[in-house]
Structures are given as structure tokens and as C-alpha cells.
């Protein structure tokens, strides 16, 4: 008999979030961790521990700021009391998610797995050897941060995993790759007083956002007295007991050597994949990630993979999310249309904030489409100014036709995009958008006041 209906390996939020829908829908699902603890990577060593310390990194800049709203105050960074409260939050929610587990009957198994058939897995826990077999597995086991060939971890050359837990913040940092990564880490040092430079090999900073957008990212770090260089090379990293030293190579201005505390390795995230028994069963693999169809299924019967193991566009913790649940509802034969990885929002919180869904312009015209565009400036919003930060809104419309992508950097844009989604993936007409009343003074006028632009009738802008 089948120990269970569900076995899911990895309790990530893609793993978790499958285990919990398909105990939802009556299934008897195992989920196997060989960290003590749920969450994953987001939970425990991501999203949720970096978005509290970049918290308190934005609480610093705005003490530090005060006068500007005519307040007499100043701070200095508590180290330990940062760490503590990005612990607090990290534990209190390992905890929900724990007690949903419980509470829906999920089996929480501890242990390193490994598929030794199609439907039968091997559990190597602390009390030996377990065997489970189940008609479906999903394999959710994640990434983990890479490094740039021949560079090994040290002291003071590091990744993410690292820096959440450091005991001490470092005087100066050199910061390599400036995806949404990079750019939080950048942010967060620069803002706890570190001098920091930021290292990126393509030729813009925030590379996968709209070149507009990326501009403006540059010139917001720059004021803020980080030193950029994009279109960068690094030759050499060498570390000491004391110091780090980078040298890198740029068109412009050649050979150039940089030397701090510490250098943190922010080039992308690798999947995890080797020793799960993947190609011994047969399942079909691309540069270490599972080859999945559009339903997220291998190409082996019964096995399944989500989130960022996944050969699939993003590595994002809402992506795998959708993922989990996606395929958790079609093990229970429910008929689940495929994501659109292309309405999906992407969002780096670093200060200044980034969020963007849809096509870039660039993507836009490269697809045939014809487009118009308006960048609309925070500055022209009353709320804007009251926070004291600029900004821009990019929409991205076919011409005549719906909107194909919004593009935004300012403040708390994280939490604007959760409109533009809606615009995007409901293929809003400008002018339908500009027809709603956005309340005022609020910074969500930044978007209807860039549709009202595109609409023909602008009011605050020229």
C-alpha cells in the first residue's frame, strides 16, 4: 500500500504551499525537509529575513531624514537588535506555517530524500533509512546562491546566506551582480553607513528591468554615494584576514581594483538537484534545473517539479508559490489552466524600490508589437513629495490597444504593482484605466495619472 497520495520534496514555499492545497483537498500527503525547520529558502534564508533587515535599514534613512519633515532626531544601526527583530519575524512565521502543517495532517518528515523509482522515495533520517511510495512526487528543493568560476567562500567573501547571519556590519562592501540581490544588499549596507560598490557584467544595473527604469536605478544609487560600475568584468577577487580585493575591468575606464571588508556574490541562484535521484530515474534535466511542460510535469509519470529547481522562467517565491498550488489541484484532477509567467510582478526592495509586470518596451517592439509610452514622475504627486521621494511610472501600451507592461521605481512601488498586475493581465485600454478615480493624496495617482497621460488628457503633467 502507498505510504501517502502526495509526497513533496522540499518544504519551501512552493513545496509547503502544494502540501497544504493538497491536504486541503483531501489528499494524504508526506512533505520532507532535511532542514530542521520549514520555510525554505524564503522563509529562512530570503525573502523574509533580508525584507526585515532592509526594514530596518529604511527605518534608518528615515530617522537619519527627519528634519526634513521637522523632526530633530538621529540614529546609529543596532546590530544585534536588527538581527533580533529579523529572527522575531522569521520564527513567528516558521511558526504559522508549522501549526497550518499540523493542522491539516501533513506529515512533516525530516530527512535528505532521493527518488529511487517513479512513486518511491528514500528518506535518510536521523533514525535511518525510510522508504515511502506515493503515486505522485513533487520535487520542490530550490536554489541556492552561485558563485563566479574558481571563487570560494571565505570570511570575507560571502553570499546572501552569510550576511543575514553575520555578527557584525561591515565599514565597506563590494557588492557583485546587481540583480534584485545585489541591489537590496547594496541598499541595506549603504544605508547602515557602509561605503559600498556595486559590480555588474551587462551593461545596466537591474538588467532584466526597462531600460528607463534602470537609468533612473543608477542615478538613485549614485546620489546615495554608491559607486556603480556596470558593463563590468571581474579578473580577480583576493582575500586577506583583513580585507577583500576586487579588480575588474570596464570599457571605459579599464583595469580598476577596489578593496573592503567584504565582498558579497550576488551573480544569480543555482538549482538543487544533484543527489535527488533525478536522471537515475529518468527524468529529463537542462543545466542542472527539471524539464517540465506547461502543467509542471517531467517527463517521467507521477513526478512533477515546482519552483525554482524548475526549468521554468522565474526564480520567485510567489512564482512557486502559484506553482504549489497549481499542481496540488491537478494530482486531485482538477483542471488548472498553465501560469502566464508574463503577467507575473516582479519587485526588489531596495530604496529606491523597483516593481515592474509585463513587457518591457524593448521586449515590446522586439515582439512586433507598436507601442507608446509615458513616463510619468513621482514628483508631480502630492503624496510623493509629503513621503519626500521621487520616482517613475513607465506604462507600456500597444498602440491603440491594451496596456503590455508597467514599469515603476519610487516609493513603495512593491506595493503598487498589485494594481498594474490587474491592468496588465486584464489587457486594460489606457483610457479604462484612466476612467477609474485613484484617491487623493495617495501614491497610487502616480499610475492613473500616467494612463490619464496615455489616454490623451493629462493633469498634472505636460
Not at 295 to 303: E, F
Not at 304 to 316: C, N, S
Not at 357 to 370: C, F, I, M, N, S
Amino acid at each position: 500500500m502507498a505510504d501517502a497520495d502526495v509526497i513533496v520534496i522540499g518544504a519551501g514555499t512552493g513545496g509547503y504551499s502544494c502540501a497544504l492545497r493538497g491536504a486541503q483537498l483531501d489528499k494524504k500527503v508526506v512533505l520532507v525537509e532535511r532542514d530542521d525547520r520549514v520555510g525554505g529558502t524564503c522563509l529562512l534564508r530570503g525573502c523574509i529575513p533580508t525584507k526585515a533587515i532592509l526594514e530596518s535599514a529604511a527605518t534608518m534613512d528615515r530617522i537619519n531624514r527627519a528634519e526634513e519633515w521637522g523632526i530633530k532626531a538621529s540614529g546609529e544601526p543596532d546590530w544585534a537588535g536588527v538581527r533580533a527583530f529579523e529572527d522575531g519575524i522569521v520564527d513567528k512565521l516558521v511558526s504559522g506555517v508549522t501549526g497550518l502543517l499540523k493542522a491539516r495532517k501533513v506529515e512533516v518528515v525530516q530527512g535528505t530524500a532521493k527518488l529511487t523509482a517513479p512513486g518511491k522515495v528514500e528518506v535518510d533520517t536521523a533514525d535511518g533509512k525510510r522508504s515511502l511510495e506515493a503515486p505522485d512526487v513533487v520535487v520542490a528543493t530550490g536554489s541556492q546562491p552561485k558563485l563566479l568560476p574558481g571563487m570560494q567562500l571565505g570570511k570575507r567573501v560571502i553570499t546572501s546566506d552569510q550576511a543575514l547571519f553575520a555578527d557584525s556590519l561591515p565599514k565597506s562592501v563590494v557588492v557583485i551582480g546587481a540583480g534584485a540581490v545585489g541591489l537590496e544588499f547594496a541598499s541595506l549596507y549603504r544605508s547602515f553607513g557602509a561605503e559600498v560598490t556595486l559590480i555588474e557584467a551587462l551593461p545596466r544595473l537591474a538588467p532584466l528591468e526597462d531600460e528607463d527604469i534602470s537609468k533612473e536605478v543608477d542615478r538613485a544609487f549614485r546620489k546615495r554615494g554608491i559607486a556603480t560600475h556596470a558593463g563590468a568584468k571581474v579578473q580577480d577577487v583576493k582575500e586577506t584576514q583583513k580585507q577583500v580585493t576586487v579588480t575588474f575591468e570596464t570599457a571605459k575606464s579599464g583595469t580598476e581594483t577596489v578593496k573592503a571588508e567584504i565582498c558579497l556574490v550576488a551573480v544569480g541562484r543555482g538549482p538543487i538537484s544533484d543527489g535527488v535521484g533525478l536522471k537515475d530515474v529518468g527524468v529529463e534535466m537542462e543545466r542542472g534545473y527539471v524539464k517540465v511542460d506547461g502543467q509542471l510535469r517531467t517527463n517521467v509519470n507521477g513526478v512533477w517539479a515546482i519552483g525554482d529547481v524548475a526549468a521554468t522562467p522565474y526564480q520567485l517565491a510567489h512564482v512557486s508559490m502559484a506553482e504549489g498550488v497549481a499542481v496540488a489541484e491537478r494530482i486531485a484532477g482538477m483542471d488548472v489552466p498553465e501560469l502566464d509567467y508574463a503577467g507575473v510582478p516582479r519587485v526588489t526592495f531596495s530604496s529606491p524600490e523597483i516593481a515592474s509586470v509585463g513587457l518591457t518596451e524593448e521586449q515590446a517592439k522586439e515582439r512586433g508589437h507598436e507601442v507608446e509610452t509615458d513616463n510619468l514622475s513621482f514628483r508631480g504627486i502630492g503624496k510623493a513629495n509629503i513621503v519626500g521621494e521621487g520616482g517613475t511610472v513607465k506604462v507600456v501600451a500597444e498602440t491603440d490597444g491594451p496596456v503590455l507592461g508597467v514599469h515603476m521605481i519610487g516609493p513603495h512601488v512593491t506595493d503598487l504593482v498589485a494594481e498594474a498586475m490587474l491592468i496588465t493581465n486584464w489587457e486594460a485600454i489606457p483610457a479604462e484605466v484612466a476612467a477609474l478615480i485613484h484617491p487623493h493624496p495617495t501614491l497610487s495617482e502616480g499610475i492613473g495619472e500616467a494612463h490619464l497621460a496615455l489616454a490623451g488628457k493629462p493633469l498634472h503633467t505636460m
